[in-house]
């Protein structure tokens, strides 16, 4: 059974940086049939496909336009886990962040970390 | 980016009854290649991540019943359930993966009348 379980802080303070970890089992982040997605959620922006980070012989990144200049997503295949860095974060990053396997669509999705960008 | 419209908003039904949910992509999202549509259904309950409901516009998922059923092609798209259930009183929401970014619709609401 695959599973996804998210890691990181619940506040972070303005101008400085995002990151969570999905630690994935029953899979892996190099898989060459699954993307790795991050996806957030708000009340303002709804769902909101932030980017994935995928293997095909080598890796690849995909990101939104939105947040292109301030993301990194990145595989660690040593502990099978992928991450989220988002810099630069203002209160409009306050959402729920969800990362989720893609083996088209997204259906394996973490439990959700709630983050709020506060001094 | 392909926008994602859902209608209606909120909906209201009767337990037992039909309960349709519409999605309409900004552009086709049907490939020519293999013939399909690369349309998703969620379901989202409170506190829980979204839940696919269905694949490829039409393909339900290993374990959901079978009330839920998908259709359309191109760029509409429907979400049926045939007979109301408590249990699926939940937000909606149809996404798109036929090209990045993902994009989802702004979800419809469920409720019991």
């Known amino acids: 059974q695959i599973q996804l379980q998210q890691s990181g802080p619940g506040l972070v303070k303005p101008s400085q940086t995002l990151s969570l970890t999905c630690a994935i089992s029953?899979?892996?982040?190099?898989?060459?049939?699954?993307?790795w997605n991050w996806i957030r959620q708000s009340p303002s922006r709804g769902l909101e496909w932030l980017g994935r980070?995928?293997?095909?012989?080598?890796?690849?990144?995909d990101y939104a336009v939105s947040v292109k200049s301030r993301i990194t997503i990145n595989p660690d295949t040593s502990k099978n886990q992928f991450s989220l860095h988002l810099n630069s974060v203002t209160p409009e990053d306050t959402a729920l962040y969800y990362c989720?396997?893609?083996?088209?669509?997204?259906?394996?999705w973490g439990q959700g970390t709630t983050v709020t960008v506060s001094s | 980016d392909i926008v994602m419209t859902q209608s209606p908003d909120s909906l209201a039904v009767s337990l037992g009854e039909r309960a349709t949910i519409n999605c309409k992509s900004g552009?086709?999202?049907?490939?020519?290649?293999?013939?399909?549509?690369?349309l998703a259904w969620y379901q989202q309950k409170p506190g829980q991540p979204p839940k696919l409901l269905i694949s490829?516009?039409?393909t339900r998922e290993s374990g959901v019943p079978d009330r839920f059923s998908g259709s359309g092609s191109g760029t509409d798209f429907t979400l049926t359930i045939s007979s109301l259930q408590a249990e699926d009183v939940a937000v909606y929401y149809c996404?798109?993966?036929?090209?990045?970014?993902?994009?989802f619709g702004q979800g419809t609401k469920l409720e019991i009348k």
């Open positions: 989720a396997r893609e083996v088209y669509p997204m259906d394996v």
């Open positions: 029953g899979d892996s982040v190099s898989s060459n049939s699954a993307t």
């Open positions: 980070t995928y293997y095909r012989s080598k890796w690849y990144n």
């Open positions: 552009q086709s999202v049907l490939h020519r290649s293999n013939n399909k549509n690369y």
């Open positions: 490829w516009a039409s």
């Open positions: 996404q798109q993966y036929f090209d990045t970014p993902y994009t």
